[in-house]
């Protein structure tokens, strides 16, 4: 297509004014289209240099990460003989004493030799064999290695040792692919790594681990009970309720008690915050002094977070629930004298005036001309924090006060179940959402706003 | 005399719907005096001090701290003074979260909503990964990061950053939701592409509510960021658990982060509504 | 009941709003105060009904001065001297019936007022006052889903359910379109007919005020310029009063759906209305 | 004084809580059945929870660190008491502040030190900052940062600093262990031990440069306000609880125990200077 | 330029909201599309611009489908045949020439157009159109600071600057007042006239179409009910496109100024819209 209209630029214009001052506006745009980008790249590399970024890409520890994620959503299993005194070696999860494994449960690629030794079978083929003496022998890809308990060290002749061992007079560490395997003086310890969460549903004790989940819905309607007394399907509410490694029912708990701070104090806060509310308002308080004071006071319980609430408090209530309530209760009650006494400020007079004009006392101006304005306002707000402080009760949890928060920061810090993290953040996670749905459809029923 | 039946009636039908009304709100209201008064309860009950024992106790806390820090009163301004980079380090924190996870929201925002996603059919996908990225308290992601990179102030970042791209995110696309088509719809007539649909004819009329947002979240995370300090994201949230976990014999210095902190978030809090304000001319920004 | 106010002054700042207004009511008529805008006539009703303090002046109701009332003496007041507003002043997410019922809330006791356990009496009255100004269909309805004529009606009803001796009108017809703003102002004659209750409304269009009222005051600057019948109110009157030049046309000030039309003195239509 | 109607246990430990929970639940129930009132247990996430609880009077027992019982007595002498403290097997009621580097980077005692970073975990940690930043000053190793060591850095915790001397993110950490058993299991207890089980460090790659004095190990204390027979009865129970059952005196000792045995003030009188000492020099 | 419908359809849900249209079009002229309110006009232009989808039917603009282009040749495709709506479609917060300068987003790379990096040449094209369409004063305004008018006269310039073979026009001008509606309408022509593009109008009156248009087709539930000149459209016809009763009158679709007014084809106008 060929251009069939004539355009020829500056001579036939009429006037140069439109066109400089295209140019100035095009121009103007220009420089903050560009101006944004740049500072915006400015500022961040800057702050890259001031967190040492390149440091601290180069000392991530990705390994660790691999660790974490591979823990998630595995677990270990322990074959451990103490050499001190020669004991039988026990086959334990994640060596934890409540998760021995009794003869009888142990898992297949163990097997007991007669004479007290045992054999260990590990992912890709490779082997342990430990004696009775504690001498062991182990076995990765075809090759053998002697590794021995002595007096004062471990005895093995490895010459040139591969790079997955890690060996001294004193220690061996054999990393394998999905175990590991340590020898010392001390002892001798295996882990193999295996998929899921085990124990997840029942424990050891309970009559109903290792079962299908077919004989499981089998034994839940019909079949002898298990637990002599009691129909199956209770015990194993009981039992997975009761669970000894998962502890579900205080995980429940503590969940429960995360939503009960939330709730305790946003709505505590929403009753504290309405009256003081009417004092930071310039339209119902006309005192310029009592204003200020409010408003201030207001900044202060907000200015402070909650969680140094919860320290200042914790003096007072102890550990427990009640502390973060509380916390949650001071803080919100600033954020939300805030917010009501904007909302009250913007209410409409002309209300006010007209149930003012019949002859009414102003607790019956407020209750009736007041609140059916503010009252959306105030709902949603109590309930858009609520799904917010959710989430921050978690983290006051952390720190002080109990709850979900603390069962995860804990879990988090000693490094030791990362499979109960996962579960914790899992549960976390779909309680903030039910909350945030929760609250979207209270405030939808309630105030008819969409959701 | 004819109109009786017709407003008594109308009375009568007014009437029950009135008490309909009064015993649907006096019923969530009972449930709700209910739940607060057992929860009140209960979390007395699992508490290790009692309300009313600890009411008369609540300021002693405080006025320990405070008779500390006053006693040194004098050195106050020198201990701030120290305390200066690990409040820089703490803001900026905030600002490189705010940042980032304002730009991951607008794209989280863009590729979620409905008339402008470059994908329709994974609006929900993505509406969902927002929603979980919103969940994750910032804490968590935090913890796993330190474990991974080490303490400072780089987790804690990354960390706000994500949370912030979901909370944001679903703020931005309610304001690009309410945006008009018409501008996109005549781009998308001369042939723009969808980078350039968005750039050039939604985010002109999301910008100022976006912004206000992005401010009010600012704000947000300078609180969000002081506390990761406390489980060892660097920032002035680190001195302050030093300080005040010491004890007395510190408060002083808990006392001077303190007040940093303090007039830190006030500052900003007065200056993130007063920029809400002017960009959104008054619309309140929530 | 006898009305007189003396020397009724408001100043603000510098402005005096109403300036030594006096007048006498001796029994109930409808009155219209005209004026142009900034002439007090807000002013002086909001006095009236104690909204706004005077500066100075009386206000004599039945040989007391009402402006001297303070508390729930002053609030008994103004219940008994409903106000009724250009802009309806209505609750808007309220329905139709509470808000008639606020014409109550002086007279029935705190917990009533918080609660809103209105007798079953009130709210068939509140209902019947609805039908009488035609709106009872309405009812239940909120407020602010109603035309700005029928929110206006409400505002009536609510007065209406004062059950005042006066009731002060602020320019009620001027949000509404015509056809509402005579519906409105039909409503007005007709309560002052058949309840013999005095109204006084500011009126800004001549018209309106020549057609349903018995009495008519002028407002200039503040003060009374003008007082008497809509006979003597003579456009060279008008014109004193709007302090207009010589091209004054009174045409500009209405808003009259038919010029015609005569002021609603329809018996009929006044039997209906009487008939609760 | 009045009886009491309930009582408090704090329970402090590098555990997690719900295995805290779990290990002293036995504990909960012989002190119900002995005081004859409901008791409860509270897992603080940190030292300063536990601390405040005791300090309010919301908590009535808890067994603390050293540095605990000494912020808890300097910040009020009438609090609480200590009456008896965990026996490590040997006996002893001792640990160690352990200094640890790797092993390929030369380092061999904390005279190599010289010019190099020194991470210290938790300031607040009587084995992790509060002993070695006071004892070595006196060996000649100025804790001032870029006079001896070129740095001093925080890591936050005990892990946390055995995972930045494994990452070389410092040259050398302090962290503790009860100095009991082999370096090469990273000793029986303590957070060496922790990590290596944990399968973050292999004790191979560390040295250990230097060992503190022994550390007293905290007290069990209680409110000093509780009535006599009720302190008398809540101390007997636990001395006595390794011979009634030593599981549950090993879960409550968190770790093998020769059991509990009677402590005083004086015990812990070094630590109080010693902390009185570190709060001076931060004054200055 | 040939351009060729070919059963054009485009179903939403139940709906045929284009039904089987097929035309042809063999050289430039300047037609108008007529017929009531859900007939389909609206779909069949959007259809052409690609910014709705075909259902079936092929398009062949000199021997290729254009409704079988994807992505980048679906965008060249829809840079050369503009497209005008009845709102405008500008972006109403950014400045007049930035929306003409619009036009190029095909041709100039993304970032021209984020960062302002427009060549001084388009610049001045796009004054250069604007001044054309006699709005070149407004060029560094707002958008959204003009008239309804002006407004469309960006969006014909914004069309202008596509430089495209076909322009088509969907209601442009069903928001505007009859003095803008006019200037609009012969602006169109004149662009049809002096550059010798297709237009392609949607038009809800039936006096414009019949006096800009050289051909008119008729729509009705989503078909094409008549193709013609203006002189074959008879009344009948047009009641037929209509689906009216006898009772249908011309004016009721009437928004001309003056109903005697003769199309812009007013040499000394066209002279000065040629000047540039
Ligand atoms: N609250 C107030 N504060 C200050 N000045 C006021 C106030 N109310 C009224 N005025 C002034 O008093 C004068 C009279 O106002 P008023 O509202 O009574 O006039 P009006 O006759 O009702 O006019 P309009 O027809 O515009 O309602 C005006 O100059 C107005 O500016
Ligand atoms: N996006 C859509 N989804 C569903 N139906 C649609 C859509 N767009 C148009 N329609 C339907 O298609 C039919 C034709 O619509 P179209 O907008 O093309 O008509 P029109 O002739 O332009 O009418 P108008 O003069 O009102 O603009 C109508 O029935 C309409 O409801
Ligand atoms: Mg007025
Ligand atoms: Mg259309």
């Known amino acids: 297509m060929t251009p069939q209209i004539p355009v020829t630029p500056a001579p036939a214009l009429p006037a140069p004014a439109p066109l400089d001052a295209a140019r100035r506006a095009i121009a103007r745009q220009r420089r903050i289209a560009l101006?944004?980008?740049?500072?915006?790249?400015?500022?961040?590399?800057?702050?890259?240099?001031?967190?040492?970024?390149?440091?601290?890409?180069?000392?991530?520890?990705?390994?660790?990460?691999?660790?974490?994620?591979?823990?998630?959503?595995?677990?270990?299993?322990?074959?451990?003989?103490?050499?001190?005194?020669?004991?039988?070696?026990?086959?334990?999860?994640?060596?934890?004493?409540?998760?021995?494994?009794?003869?009888?449960?142990?898992?297949?690629?163990?097997?007991?030799?007669?004479?007290?030794?045992?054999?260990?079978?590990?992912?890709?083929?490779?082997?342990?064999?430990?004696?009775?003496?504690?001498?062991?022998?182990?076995?990765?890809d075809g090759t053998a290695y002697d590794v021995a308990p002595r007096g004062d060290g471990i005895a093995f002749d490895i010459p040139g040792p591969p790079a997955w061992m890690n060996a001294s007079d004193r220690r061996l560490t054999a990393t394998l692919p999905g175990a590991r395997v340590t020898f010392t003086r001390a002892r001798t310890e295996i882990l193999r790594r295996q998929a899921g969460w085990e124990l997840f549903f029942f424990d050891l004790q309970s009559p109903f681990y290792g079962r299908s989940l077919p004989e499981l819905a089998r034994l839940a309607v019909a079949g002898p009970q298990l637990r002599p007394g009691t129909p199956n399907i209770a015990a194993m509410g009981q039992d997975f309720w009761r669970n000894g490694i998962w502890h579900h029912g205080d995980v429940a708990w503590a969940m429960f008690e995360t939503v009960l701070?939330?709730?305790?104090?946003?709505?505590?806060?929403?009753?504290?915050?309405?009256?003081?509310?009417?004092?930071?308002?310039?339209?119902?308080?006309?005192?310029?002094?009592?204003?200020?004071?409010?408003?201030?006071?207001?900044?202060?319980?907000?200015?402070?977070?909650?969680?140094?609430?919860?320290?200042?408090?914790?003096?007072?209530?102890?550990?427990?629930?009640?502390?973060?309530?509380?916390?949650?209760?001071?803080?919100?009650?600033?954020?939300?004298?805030?917010?009501?006494?904007?909302?009250?400020?913007?209410?409409?007079?002309?209300?006010?005036?007209?149930?003012?004009?019949t002859g009414a006392g102003a607790l019956a101006r407020n209750r009736w001309a007041v609140m059916p304005q503010i009252s959306p306002v105030i709902l949603s707000q109590l309930l858009y924090f609520l799904e917010s402080n959710t989430r921050s009760a978690t983290v006051i949890g952390a720190i002080t006060g109990g709850g979900i928060g603390l069962l995860l920061v804990q879990a988090i810090q000693t490094q030791k179940d990362w499979e109960h993290v996962a579960y914790y953040i899992v549960l976390i996670v779909l309680v903030v959402m039910l909350m945030d749905w929760l609250s979207g459809r209270l405030r939808a029923r309630l105030i008819g706003e969409r959701a | 005399?004819?109109?009786?039946?017709?407003?008594?009636?109308?009375?009568?039908?007014?009437?029950?719907?009135?008490?309909?009304?009064?015993?649907?709100?006096?019923?969530?209201?009972?449930?709700?005096?209910?739940?607060?008064?057992?929860?009140?309860?209960?979390?007395?009950?699992?508490?290790?001090?009692?309300?009313?024992?600890?009411?008369?106790?609540?300021?002693?806390?405080?006025?320990?701290?405070?008779?500390?820090?006053?006693?040194?009163?004098?050195?106050?301004?020198?201990?701030?003074?120290?305390?200066?980079?690990?409040?820089?380090?703490?803001?900026?924190?905030?600002?490189?979260?705010?940042?980032?996870?304002?730009?991951?929201?607008?794209?989280?925002?863009?590729?979620?909503?409905?008339?402008?996603?470059?994908?329709?059919?994974?609006?929900?996908?993505?509406?969902?990964?927002?929603?979980?990225?919103?969940?994750?308290?910032?804490?968590?992601?935090?913890?796993?990061?330190?474990?991974?990179?080490?303490?400072?102030?780089?987790?804690?970042?990354?960390?706000?950053?994500?949370?912030?791209?979901?909370?944001?995110?679903?703020?931005?696309?309610?304001?690009?939701?309410?945006?008009?088509?018409?501008?996109?719809?005549?781009?998308?007539?001369?042939?723009?592409?969808?980078?350039?649909?968005?750039?050039?004819?939604?985010?002109?009329?999301?910008?100022?509510?976006?912004?206000?947002?992005?401010?009010?979240?600012?704000?947000?995370?300078i609180r969000a960021s002081a506390i990761l300090g406390f489980v060892g994201a660097g920032g002035i949230g680190y001195e302050l658990r030093n300080a005040i976990s010491w004890g007395q014999g510190r408060y002083d210095a808990a006392a001077a982060v303190f007040l940093l902190l303090f007039l830190t978030i006030v500052a900003v809090d007065q200056a993130s509504s007063a920029i809400r304000n002017r960009l959104t001319g008054g619309r309140a920004a929530r | 009941m006898r009305i007189e106010a003396r020397g009724l002054t408001r100043i603000f700042g510098a402005t005096r709003a109403v300036d030594d207004a006096?007048?006498?009511?001796?029994?109930?008529?409808?009155?219209?105060?005209?004026?142009?805008?900034?002439?007090?006539?807000?002013?002086?009703?909001?006095?009236?009904?104690?909204?706004?303090?005077?500066?100075?002046?009386?206000?004599?109701?039945?040989?007391?001065?009402?402006?001297?009332?303070?508390?729930?003496?002053?609030?008994?007041?103004?219940?008994?001297?409903?106000?009724?507003?250009?802009?309806?002043?209505?609750?808007?997410?309220?329905?139709?019936?509470?808000?008639?019922?606020?014409?109550?809330?002086?007279k029935r006791g705190t917990l009533t007022a918080l609660f809103g356990l209105w007798p079953a009496a009130d709210i068939e009255r509140a209902v019947a006052i609805l039908d009488r100004l035609g709106i009872a269909e309405q009812a239940p309805k909120r407020a602010e889903a109603l035309s700005g004529g029928q929110q206006q009606r409400v505002a009536i009803a609510r007065a209406l359910m004062q059950d005042p001796a006066i009731i002060l009108a602020d320019e009620p017809i001027a949000s509404l379109d015509p056809m509402n703003a005579q519906v409105v102002m039909d409503s007005l004659r007709a309560i002052h007919d058949e309840d013999g209750r005095t109204v006084i409304a500011n009126l800004h269009t001549l018209d309106t005020a020549r057609r349903y009222c018995d009495r008519i005051i002028g407002m200039r600057k503040g003060r009374i310029v003008f007082d008497g019948t809509p006979a003597q109110l003579t456009t060279a009157a008008a014109r004193d009063i709007y302090g207009a030049g010589a091209g004054f046309s009174e045409a500009a000030t209405s808003t009259a759906l038919e010029p015609q039309h005569a002021p609603a003195r329809d018996p009929a239509y006044a039997a209906r209305l009487l008939a609760d | 004084?009045?009886?009491?109607?309930?009582?408090?246990?704090?329970?402090?430990?590098?555990?997690?809580?719900?295995?805290?929970?779990?290990?002293?639940?036995?504990?909960?129930?012989?002190?119900?059945?002995?005081?004859?009132?409901?008791?409860?247990?509270?897992?603080?996430?940190?030292?300063?929870?536990?601390?405040?609880?005791?300090?309010?009077?919301?908590?009535?027992?808890?067994?603390?660190?050293?540095?605990?019982?000494?912020?808890?007595?300097?910040?009020?002498?009438?609090?609480?008491?200590?009456?008896?403290?965990?026996?490590?097997?040997?006996?002893?009621?001792?640990?160690?502040?352990?200094?640890?580097?790797?092993?390929?980077?030369?380092?061999?005692?904390?005279?190599?030190?010289?010019?190099?970073?020194?991470?210290?975990?938790?300031?607040?940690s009587t084995s992790g900052y509060l002993i070695p930043a006071v004892e070595l000053p006196k060996q000649g190793y100025s804790m001032k940062p870029g006079e001896y060591f070129k740095d001093i850095k925080f890591t936050g915790g005990h892990e946390q600093t055995i995972v930045a001397v494994k990452n070389g993110d410092v040259d050398g950490g302090v962290t503790w262990a009860d100095g009991l058993g082999n370096w090469e299991d990273g000793y029986n207890s303590g957070a060496l031990r922790k990590a290596v089980d944990a399968g973050l460090v292999d004790m191979n790659d560390l040295v250990q440069i230097w060992k503190s004095e022994p550390i007293p190990e905290g007290p069990l204390v209680v409110r000093k306000a509780l009535p006599a027979d009720v302190k008398e009865k809540f101390t007997a129970l636990v001395a006595g609880l390794i011979d009634k059952d030593k599981e549950c005196a090993y879960g409550v000792a968190s770790g093998e125990t020769g059991g509990f045995k009677p402590v005083a003030h004086d015990a812990y009188a070094t630590i109080i200077e010693v902390r009185k000492l570190e709060e001076q020099k931060k004054a200055n």
Request: proline share 5%; glycine share 10%.
């Open chain 1, 261 to 357: 701070m939330a709730f305790l104090g946003t709505m505590g806060a929403g009753l504290v915050a309405l009256p003081l509310a009417f004092l930071a308002a310039s339209n119902f308080t006309p005192a310029r002094l009592v204003r200020q004071v409010a408003r201030r006071g207001f900044d202060f319980l907000r200015g402070v977070d909650a969680l140094i609430w919860t320290i200042v408090l914790s003096r007072a209530f102890g550990p427990g629930p009640l502390t973060g309530s509380l916390a949650i209760l001071l803080t919100d009650t600033g954020s939300f004298g805030k917010l009501f006494s904007e909302a009250l400020e913007n209410v409409d007079g002309k209300p006010i005036e007209g149930l003012r004009s």
């Open chain 4, 1 to 124: 004084q009045e009886p009491i109607t309930r009582f408090n246990i704090g329970v402090l430990g590098g555990e997690n809580a719900q295995d805290r929970m779990t290990s002293n639940e036995c504990l909960r129930k012989y002190a119900e059945e002995a005081l004859g009132v409901p008791v409860k247990l509270f897992t603080p996430a940190d030292y300063d929870g536990v601390i405040q609880g005791l300090l309010g009077g919301t908590l009535d027992a808890a067994i603390l660190g050293a540095s605990g019982y000494a912020k808890a007595y300097l910040t009020d002498p009438e609090a609480v008491e200590p009456v008896l403290v965990k026996t490590n097997l040997d006996g002893a009621a001792n640990y160690f502040s352990i200094g640890i580097a790797r092993k390929d980077h030369a380092i061999a005692s904390m005279d190599d030190m010289k010019g190099k970073v020194l991470g210290f975990g938790d300031p607040n």
């Open chain 3, 22 to 106: 006096s007048f006498v009511i001796e029994r109930p008529c409808m009155i219209g105060i005209i004026g142009s805008s900034g002439a007090g006539k807000s002013t002086l009703l909001r006095m009236m009904n104690r909204l706004t303090d005077a500066s100075a002046g009386r206000l004599i109701v039945d040989g007391r001065d009402v402006l001297a009332l303070r508390g729930a003496a002053r609030r008994a007041w103004q219940s008994d001297c409903a106000m009724i507003f250009q802009q309806f002043n209505l609750v808007p997410r309220l329905d139709v019936v509470q808000n008639v019922l606020h014409g109550l809330l002086n």
């Open chain 1, 35 to 140: 101006a944004l980008p740049v500072l915006l790249l400015a500022y961040l590399f800057h702050a890259a240099i001031a967190f040492d970024l390149a440091g601290v890409a180069g000392r991530a520890r990705w390994d660790n990460a691999v660790t974490l994620m591979g823990d998630f959503w595995s677990y270990k299993v322990h074959v451990t003989r103490q050499n001190r005194d020669g004991a039988r070696p026990e086959v334990s999860i994640e060596g934890m004493r409540q998760a021995r494994f009794a003869p009888d449960q142990e898992p297949g690629w163990v097997t007991r030799r007669p004479d007290g030794g045992v054999d260990v079978a590990l992912p890709a083929g490779n082997e342990v064999h430990i004696a009775a003496d504690g001498a062991a022998r182990l076995v990765v």
């Open chain 2, 1 to 221: 005399m004819t109109q009786r039946p017709i407003h008594n009636r109308i009375a009568a039908d007014y009437r029950a719907l009135a008490a309909r009304r009064r015993s649907y709100s006096a019923i969530l209201w009972g449930i709700f005096i209910a739940l607060m008064v057992a929860g009140f309860r209960l979390a007395n009950a699992r508490s290790a001090g009692g309300f009313r024992a600890g009411l008369p106790q609540i300021l002693d806390y405080p006025a320990e701290l405070v008779a500390e820090a006053w006693s040194k009163a004098a050195g106050l301004p020198g201990l701030m003074a120290g305390f200066l980079p690990a409040l820089v380090e703490t803001i900026d924190i905030a600002a490189v979260s705010t940042i980032l996870g304002a730009l991951g929201g607008a794209v989280g925002a863009l590729l979620s909503t409905r008339g402008l996603a470059p994908w329709p059919r994974l609006v929900p996908l993505f509406r969902r990964l927002m929603d979980i990225t919103r969940a994750i308290p910032d804490i968590v992601i935090a913890l796993l990061l330190i474990f991974v990179l080490g303490g400072g102030p780089i987790p804690a970042a990354l960390a706000i950053s994500f949370h912030t791209a979901g909370a944001l995110g679903k703020m931005f696309s309610e304001v690009a939701e309410n945006a008009s088509l018409a501008p996109v719809e005549g781009l998308e007539s001369v042939g723009a592409n969808w980078l350039q649909r968005m750039m050039l004819g939604v985010l002109p009329q999301v910008a100022p509510d976006w912004l206000s947002y992005a401010a009010l979240r600012f704000e947000i995370n």
